[in-house]
T-cell receptor, first 112, second 115 residues
Framework: AQSVTQPDIHITVSEGASLELRCNYSYGATPYLFWYVQSPGQGLQLLLKYFSGDTLVQGIKGFEAEFKRSQSSFNLRKPSVHWSDAAEYFC??????????FGAGTRLFVKA | DAGVIQSPRHEVTEMGQEVTLRCKPISGHNSLFWYRQTMMRGLELLIYFNNNVPIDDSGMPEDRFSAKMPNASFSTLKIQPSEPRDSAVYFCASITGTTYQETQYFGPGTRLLVL
């Protein structure tokens, strides 16, 4: 069955430290991959997306993600976290049709 | 552009009552999605429309749920009768075209509590 897994329910990092959020997918073919961020009480906002080509994708707010086919992964990274990055992050995938499958989300806490 | 607009933002109702959630997609967008978010099940796609036509409603949990899109600028999600297990945040999203590579723009959500 198609699935998207985010192994970490929550992560705490210090402000200024680097961040990596993990995402693994299980699909018959390589899906299109997305990372969204959700701030409290808000809808989801797209950070970045990968369809093909360069496996390192740059997004908004200084985020990047790397697609690794061999590991079925699409991990999100940021070199230096800011307090305003505290939010919930969702990895998502879609193949044919519009049925996007979201991971369970990873809540990021940033400590001063 | 005002973005995707949802109303109400919060709804508290009693079990058995009818609930109607509303969504106005971004002007010019051709496809609209309804999602439900709960702690237990995460974010689930309920139904999506393309050019006002329902394309896939396989995510609608049961017959108590129905969705309509009478025109390009308005959609409703109705629950009748509502049950406590329907308590969740319901999101509407829209995209400009008809390909799934497009970015989905989400509304702020409607937080529903059924007592």
């Amino acid at each position: 069955a198609q699935s998207v897994t985010q192994p970490d329910i929550h992560i705490t990092v210090s402000e200024g430290a680097s961040l990596e959020l993990r995402c693994n997918y299980s699909y018959g073919a390589t899906p299109y991959l997305f990372w969204y961020v959700q701030s409290p009480g808000q809808g989801l906002q797209l950070l970045l997306k990968y369809f093909s080509g360069d496996t390192l994708v740059q997004g908004i707010k200084g985020f990047e993600a790397e697609f690794k086919r061999s590991q079925s992964s699409f991990n999100l990274r940021k070199p230096s976290v800011h307090w305003s990055d505290a939010a919930e992050y969702f990895c998502a995938a879609v193949t044919g049709g519009f049925k996007t499958i979201f991971g369970a989300g990873t809540r990021l806490f940033v400590k001063a | 552009d005002a973005g995707v607009i949802q109303s109400p933002r919060h709804e508290v109702t009693e079990m058995g009552q009818e609930v109607t959630l509303r969504c106005k997609p971004i002007s010019g967008h051709n496809s609209l999605f309804w999602y439900r978010q709960t702690m237990m099940r995460g974010l689930e796609l309920l139904i999506y429309f393309n050019n006002n036509v329902p394309i896939d409603d396989s995510g609608m949990p049961e017959d108590r749920f129905s969705a309509k899109m009478p025109n390009a600028s308005f959609s409703t999600l109705k629950i009748q009768p509502s049950e406590p297990r329907d308590s969740a945040v319901y999101f509407c999203a829209s995209i400009t075209g008809t390909t799934y590579q497009e970015t989905q723009y989400f509304g702020p959500g409607t937080r529903l509590l059924v007592l």
